[in-house]
């Protein structure tokens, strides 16, 4: 009998052994675990719920845990991505970004698209573009890559045309204004203010937003074409990491059918899903 239960304690003790064995990856190698750690900003409550979404179709596809470093300022995510403090980050679209690396002789690239937010024209005394009169006063964003957009919002309007090979628009690239057209620039954050004061008004979405502006009462909307593709926002890196396995699954998270979803229920259409839009 003694005997007996020292053969099956024997048995017990092999069994658990084996399962000890396979349990810490003797039997099967484990897939690694990847954290990636992304610069965005802070404040916006639709896009922590839109990286969320992100956050698990890359664990669980991938094994790759994202971590999120925000900012408050929009100099600080590609200073930080240049430090190496996080990277990658996204919360910029490609004028910016060509804008930033000029200026900062850095490298930085595009290695995925997220959204584009188009700017709309907004104003409380006109219901269309065609009733706005002439020599009517139009407030624009007066940094330059705002403004640029802002004038070519007002070209695809109809209201005005540019110089041919405008690359950064300014009042200066005005071919045309047949309705002779007050342009009057303002930092983007006073647009919407301006508001009682002016005809019409270009303001960024963030900006109606904040002061609960429904964009939904535009009278013109920035077309997705050629001419807003430099507006769509990407998932930058380094450039000598633009071919990271890891952060092109990141990218790959990122761009699926559950993250346009998430998009436009945190957003309906004042944000579109950019990575699989077509151009005219």
Known sequence: MKKKNIIIWAIVAIIIIIAG????????????????TIGIMS?????????????????????ITLKFKKFTDYSQPNKALTNGDVDLNAFQHYAFLNAWNKANKTNIVAIGKTVITPIRLYSNKVKSVKDIPDGATIAVPNDATNE?????????????????????ATVKTIAKNPKNLQIKELDASQTARSL????????????????KI?????????????????????IAA??????????KEVVKAYETAKTKK????????????????KLK
Request: proline share 1%.
């Open 214 to 234: 429904d964009y939904k009462s535009a009278i013109y909307v920035e077309p997705v074409n050629k001419d807003s593709e430099q507006w769509i926002n990407v």
């Open 21 to 36: 064995y396979f349990s810490f990856g003797g039997g099967q190698k484990k897939a690694s675990s990847k954290t990636v």
């Open 43 to 63: 404040g916006v409550k639709q896009d922590d719920a839109i990286w969320k979404t992100v956050a698990k179709t890359a664990k669980s596809k991938y094994n």
């Open 238 to 247: 380094n450039k000598k990491d633009k071919n990271n396995k890891e952060y």
């Open 262 to 277: 998430a998009i436009k229920a945190q957003y309906g259409t004042a944000e579109i899903a950019a990575w699989d839009i």
């Open 196 to 211: 009682s004061d002016v005809t019409a008004a270009v303001i960024n979405t963030n900006y109606a937003q904040a002061a």
């Open 148 to 168: 640029s957009r802002a004038l070519y919002l007002l070209k695809n309007a109809g209201l005005i045309t540019l110089k041919n090979n405008t690359d950064l």
